[in-house]
């Protein structure tokens, strides 16, 4: 099959997200499929891809790494016609979710939407109130939704979250894989080297985006409750994001600053390096449809203390 991928978020772009469009392409395209990607321009580091074909974007407001997409284009409606897709799969309501949609009702072809995001968890990104915010953002993504023919999702507990808000459409559960051996392969010496920590130290890591969603001021709390109690402990928080200052004051206003280490964003090889350097992941997101960094967590050989919300409750059984 001629298989469209609609997408509001791809590379150089990092994120679970992107991480798992990567996968269903990789595999899909292993099962002989043909894979075309439809995604916004970025800036920086956006290389030409063969299949891949970009709609012009201007940069985010609340977050300048991301780019929004400009949903319509004289140069690819064209092509998109031209290629005869057989099946639009769509990773965003919005914008280019938006545009598949509207080409795969124009066509009469199969229309699936991978649920990735619980966008109402997400509304600080967007200058409205708060509450109103959240119910039409909520709205939205129940009525993009029930447009489709099937809804893809991660976990069983974000299924009964759609059904819970309307969904009547077809859900279907296709958690997204990782490469476990990548994971196991990791140089342990090299997080220890970077920020000179001892041996004797015990390290918590955190991978995952700075931004108020993953509740990364309530981790910086929990972190000083263990120094307490373990003084040889340090927290290295892995990723980059609009919150970096605020969490680094945060830190240093509760006395944990010299023991609270920013890496910035990393390789994917640098990642694996930190999950092979560390003792414990620490994970205080409760807005996880799954949450991978959790699924790479455990390939490493890692164990989890996580917080028990939405998708994070089916990757981490307690105790």
Not at 88 to 103: E, K
Not at 127 to 146: A, E, H
Not at 253 to 261: A, K, N, Q, R, T
């Amino acid at each position: 099959m001629k298989i469209g991928i609609f997408t509001d978020s791809y590379l150089p772009y990092t994120s679970g997200v992107v991480r798992s469009i990567e996968t269903f392409k990789e595999e899909l395209t292993n099962l002989g499929h043909e894979v075309y990607i439809f995604a916004p321009r970025y800036k920086k580091n956006c290389q030409k891809e063969s299949r891949v074909f970009r709609f012009a974007s201007i940069p985010s407001l609340t977050n300048p790494d991301f780019a929004l997409a400009v949903p319509f284009s004289l140069h690819l409606k064209p092509i998109i016609k031209d290629l005869k897709l057989d099946l639009i799969h769509v990773h965003s309501p919005f914008l280019l979710g938006w545009v598949g949609a509207r080409y795969a009702r124009k066509e009469g072809i199969p229309l699936v939407f991978t649920y990735h995001t619980l966008y109402e968890e997400y509304v600080h990104y967007i200058p409205l109130s708060g509450t109103l915010k959240k119910d039409i953002v909520q709205r939205l993504s129940r009525d993009f939704c029930n447009h489709c023919d099937m809804v893809i999702v991660p976990t069983a507990i974000i299924g009964s979250y759609l059904r819970k808000i309307g969904v009547t459409t077809k859900l279907r559960k296709v958690p997204t894989g990782i490469k476990t051996d990548r994971f196991r392969n990791g140089d342990s010496k090299w997080l220890r080297q970077l920020f000179n920590i001892s041996p004797q130290d015990n390290i918590l890591l955190f991978v995952g985006r700075l931004g108020q969603e993953k509740n990364i001021g309530l981790l910086l709390e929990s972190f000083r409750l263990v120094k307490n109690e373990r003084k040889n402990t340090k927290l290295v928080l892995v990723g980059g994001g609009p919150q970096e200052e605020e969490l680094r004051s945060q830190a240093e206003s509760l006395g944990i600053g010299d023991s609270v280490f920013f890496t910035g964003i990393l390789s994917p090889e640098e990642v694996t390096n930190c999950y092979a350097g560390s003792d414990i992941f620490v994970f205080s997101s409760m807005t996880e449809t799954q949450g991978l960094v959790i699924a790479e967590a455990k390939a490493a050989g890692l164990p989890v203390v996580a917080v028990g919300a939405n998708g994070v409750t089916e990757m981490v059984e307690d105790g």
